[in-house]
């Protein structure tokens, strides 16, 4: 949201540590390095090219894509995100089924790329999808919160707070109008706005559902 940066969740706090919200940054964190290291031949081997998952090829590479980044500034943004969303998100599921939720938002959002630009030779790199399943899952859950949001406009800086259904709202209209033009330059790289809106939309449907199973389990049914 251009100069906008979401800090925290500022209406709740989680009734545990987001122990699977901490533990996925950490890999991220641990691959990037790994990336730096490896150089250009590590994303080779490691990021997602559509058009080879299309030939039935690397499909591993549709898990490993999604904690690796192209650049210090998007892992950093990407953590943020992640951070802001998260932990809510996790308490609200219960660790063991938010993982998985994770990793699915993660899955659907790169099949969304996939379908989006299927003869793509770009490699597709990032957390984005999965977090936007995350964003997705907080909108549905938590639409009244507050969020405690940094506000850089030039020189001006300041803390304010946004709705959680404006906030999100604003985010993913913003991404379902770019992804017509990140459509039409499949070759040009750049941010995979289909793989945003695919991963959101998961995150909205199957939110509900992920937290009911815990809410049974609580229950003992």
Same mark, same amino acid.
């Given at each position: 949201m ?16 987001p122990?699977v919200t901490?533990s ?26 559509p ?19 192209a650049g210090?500034?998007?892992i ?7 951070w802001a ?7 609200a599921?219960g ?30 790199? #990032?957390?984005s999808g &999965?977090i936007?399943?995350?964003? $997705?899952? +907080? /909108?549905v859950?938590?639409? %009244?919160?507050?969020?405690?949001t ?12 946004i709705p959680?259904a404006l ?20 070759? #040009?790289?750049?941010? &995979?706005?289909?793989?945003?809106? $695919?991963g +959101? /939309?998961?995150?909205?449907? %199957?939110?509900?559902?992920?937290e ?8 003992g049914?």
């Open positions: 251009g100069g906008l940066i979401p800090l925290r969740d500022a209406s709740r706090e989680p009734d545990r540590f122990v901490t996925i940054i950490v890999v991220n964190l641990v691959v990037f390095i790994a990336e730096l290291m490896g150089g250009e031949e590590f994303v080779k081997r490691w990021a997602m090219v058009a080879d998952i299309v030939a039935g090829h690397h499909w591993i590479t549709i898990l490993t894509a999604m904690f690796m980044h210090w500034m998007h950093i943004g990407n953590m943020i995100f992640l969303f998260g932990p809510e998100v996790e308490d599921m660790g063991l089924r938010y993982l998985p939720f994770y990793l699915l938002s993660g899955l659907a959002a790169a099949l969304a790329q996939i379908a989006a630009t299927p003869h793509s030779t770009v490699p597709n790199l #990032g957390a &999965a936007a399943g995350v964003m $997705g899952a +907080f /909108l859950t938590y639409p %009244t919160d507050q969020i405690r940094l506000v850089v406009l030039g020189i001006f800086v300041n803390v304010t707070f959680a906030w999100i709202g604003v985010w993913f209209l913003i991404q379902l109008f770019s992804q017509v033009g990140a459509v039409a330059d499949v070759q #040009g790289g750049g941010v &995979a706005y289909v793989a945003h809106v $695919g +959101f /939309l998961f995150g909205a449907l %199957t939110a509900r559902p992920f009911r199973l815990l809410r049974s389990d609580a229950r049914t």
